[in-house]
């Protein structure tokens, strides 16, 4: 059983050509509180933010929710992220999944929440709303 937070607000999912910059904001929007990710590949820029800082020109996918795993969870722990997306891929829930040091965070169709909500607890998980 994990304890898993659901953040306020809708999160968008985007995508910039290779190469882009991080757009203005972003580091600001990581100290007040909202979970941005950038990752950078040889085949695009994939961004997480909330909804209404999503980047001018990117290809972008929105309204998600974001929940995250309580942690700080042990590096050395297996099956953390399965456990959670295993109930929902059960539940015909499509999800977007990204991890940091301290611990994992999962996206769902901000459409979708109250059938992923449900999929987690009936797997015995507890979710804060």
């Known amino acids: 059983m994990l304890d898993l937070a659901l953040l306020p607000g809708d999160y968008a999912i985007c995508r910039l050509p290779a190469g882009s910059a991080m757009p ?5 929007a990581g100290t007040s509180g909202a979970v941005v990710s950038v990752t950078w590949t040889p085949e695009e ?5 909330p909804a209404d800082l999503a980047p001018a020109g990117a290809a972008v996918e929105t309204p998600w929710r974001c929940l995250r795993v309580a942690g700080p969870v042990q590096l050395t ?5 399965a456990s959670i997306v295993s109930p929902l891929a059960d539940a015909r829930v499509n999800i977007f ?12 169709p901000a459409v ?3 059938e992923a ?8 998980h507890r979710v804060t709303t």
């Open 45 to 49: 820029v994939s961004i997480l933010c």
């Open 112 to 114: 979708r929440l109250n």
């Open 77 to 81: 722990l297996t099956g953390v992220l």
């Open 24 to 28: 203005a904001g972003f580091a600001e």
């Open 117 to 124: 909500l449900s999929a987690l607890s009936a797997a015995g």
């Open 97 to 108: 999944a990204f991890s940091t040091f301290d611990t994992d965070y999962l996206l769902v």
